[in-house]
């Protein structure tokens, strides 16, 4: 997988070496901690710091104004987006980091039902279309939530900054696609505004979204008025696949059958318009739908039932089906969110400010990244040796572990099932794959045998 180091060093110089700090001593900081923390990364700071001066060196680095959340991970978004030609996938989304009610933490927002502190981070990221290899981040914004204004109209609404308004944000921060490469944009039912649909069209990208206003007014192929729900209704089934479910709270696995329809519709836009679209051209957004739903569901099982608009061409059944294959492939920013909460403890992390967190959050998302990408290598090339990927210390130190053949012999998928089972993983044949928790306890495991025996070889023990 390109762009995948394994060795911490050399990710750490390749992620954040050319962060813009205001001092190049600031920069080498980073790299420093950057590489600390992969080390262990749910570790917290004064356990991933080496020494008691480390430590202060990495909370002088969080207190300076130049070390923002953007300074941060810029180098590592400029590094995504400069892929080689083809077809990505930018799989946006939103999640909330909840740094919980009672910390002292001056400057956080509203989170969940109001109860909680934090802000939320909306990301791209960026996986390319026909592999599901993951490329890392190509954007993110903040966002802190304010209290809405008692009496406020819609048209009020539309004139400040909305929640809503990250979509477009990330849109615009990403930007255009390099020559020869396509982005499209695969979002959920939060992203369903005519607005986020412009934003992709003044960036030359492409978009997958999933509908939530099925009421939204349309005009039907032969020009006439209808709405979405009703266009729908008059789409014939063109045909079917199995969709395979995994488990979720209250509900088994299974495997569904599901109904796919499709055809081209148009978005008239909207009559209440933010200044944004004010300044845009009044035009309809053509572009085609597909539903899918699912036939014959269980009993007490919700069906499933997805309405997707996107800017792809469907014109068969089979590219239809790729339309639905993208928008399938969202649980990969799911995964990253857990890796970034539970891989990187990101919520646990005792910084006192807003800016300071949202530093280190910029550093931990790298992190997560890097984390998804060593799953999902096992997981998409089981097979590849393991000698090209993992650093050979690492390799031949599991192997003395775990026993079993040579090193050399060693395939990825071993290796991380190896690394999961030194981390409690039990690897029964019902077990199925290892989870993040092992992993990373695996990671951590091997990380600190590792510092050990470095320590003792440099000490002439």
Request: hydrophobic share 40%.
């Amino acid at each position: 997988m390109d762009g995948l180091l394994l060795d911490i060093h050399h990710w750490a110089e390749a992620n954040f070496g050319t962060a813009a700090l205001g001092d190049q001593r600031r920069t080498e900081r980073l790299v420093a901690v950057a590489a600390q923390i992969a080390a262990d990364p749910a570790a917290s700071l004064p356990d991933q710091a080496e020494t008691w001066a480390d430590l202060k060196a990495t909370y002088r680095l969080f207190d300076r104004p130049e070390v923002t959340f953007a300074a941060v991970a810029d180098p590592h978004w400029q590094r995504t987006r400069a892929c080689d030609p083809g077809r990505y996938l930018l799989l946006d989304d939103t999640t909330e980091l909840d740094f919980g009610r009672y910390r002292q933490v001056t400057g956080l927002g509203p989170t969940g039902n109001g109860g909680g502190r934090g802000f939320l981070l909306h990301s791209g990221l960026l996986v390319a279309a026909a592999t599901e290899a993951v490329h890392g981040l190509a954007g993110q914004v903040l966002h802190y939530r304010r209290p809405v204004p008692k009496g406020e109209t819609r048209t009020q609404r539309l004139k400040r900054k909305r929640e809503s308004a990250v979509w477009g944000e990330l849109i615009d921060q990403v930007g255009p696609p390099p020559a020869g490469v396509e982005w499209v944009h695969v979002m959920d039912r939060g992203a369903d505004d005519f607005e986020v649909l412009c934003h992709c069209q003044q960036q030359r990208a492409g978009w997958v979204l999933r509908a939530k206003s099925l009421h939204r007014k349309a005009l039907a192929p032969d020009g006439q008025d209808t709405t979405v729900q009703a266009y729908l209704d008059t789409l014939p089934v063109a045909g079917t696949y199995q969709l395979r479910l995994r488990a979720r709270p209250g509900q088994p696995a299974r495997t569904a059958t599901v109904a796919v329809r499709y055809g081209p519709l148009t978005l008239r836009p909207p009559k209440l318009q933010s200044p944004y679209l004010k300044g845009l051209p009044a035009r309809p957004i053509g572009q085609w739908v597909v539903w899918v739903r699912e036939v014959g569901a269980p009993k007490g099982a919700a069906p499933i039932a997805w309405v997707l608009y996107t800017s792809l061409p469907v014109t068969s059944l089979a590219e239809a089906l790729e339309v639905v294959g993208y928008y399938e492939r969202r649980w990969l920013i799911e995964e990253w969110h857990k890796a970034l909460k539970s891989g990187c403890q990101a919520t646990r992390r005792q910084l006192k400010t807003h800016q300071r967190l949202e530093a280190l959050v910029g550093v931990l998302g790298v992190e997560a990244v890097r984390l998804l990408q060593l799953k999902a290598l096992a997981r998409t090339e089981p097979q590849r040796p393991a000698a090209g990927v993992v650093p050979g210390r690492l390799l031949v130190l599991l192997q003395r572990l775990r026993g079993g053949p040579a090193a050399g012999a060693w395939t990825v998928g071993q290796f991380f099932r190896e690394l999961a089972m030194l981390g409690g993983f039990l690897g029964r044949k019902g077990d199925g794959e290892p989870g993040w928790i092992t992993i990373w306890r695996g990671w951590e495991k091997l990380h600190l045998m590792l510092r050990g025996a470095e320590l003792a070889t440099n000490s002439g023990a």
